[in-house]
């Protein structure tokens, strides 16, 4: 996982923000959370993918994977999926109050 690329993309998502002239539609923000939700779920898919890979090679014995790129990659996947997981919960305790609220 890039640091630099994803701030830069929370900067650009930043300043898309505070360029937007014309309200957001309910639609609009659903789809746009949707997208934004779905590519989250994508790239810590491709990170497990990836530290799996790598630790394949290396039990077979493939000498340009190292111990250290295996544990660097198995820890980014881990805080990433850790993250992923207090995001849901984080929507899940939301959306239970929203369902909770009086009309």
Avoid: C, H, W
């Avoid at 650009?12 to 934004?36: C, H, I, Y």
């Amino acid at each position: 996982m890039k640091v630099n690329g994803l701030q830069a993309e929370m900067q650009a998502m930043k300043l898309e923000a505070q360029n937007t002239t014309r309200p957001a539609t309910g639609q609009q923000v659903s789809s746009d959370f949707g997208a934004v939700l779905n590519d989250a779920v994508k790239t810590v898919n491709n990170l497990q993918s990836e530290s799996s890979e790598l630790a394949t090679r290396f039990d077979q014995g493939d000498r340009s994977v190292s111990l250290s790129d295996v544990m660097i990659a198995r820890n980014k996947s881990s805080v990433a999926f850790e993250a992923t997981v207090q995001v849901r919960n984080k929507l899940v305790d939301a959306y239970k109050q929203l369902m909770n609220m009086p009309v």
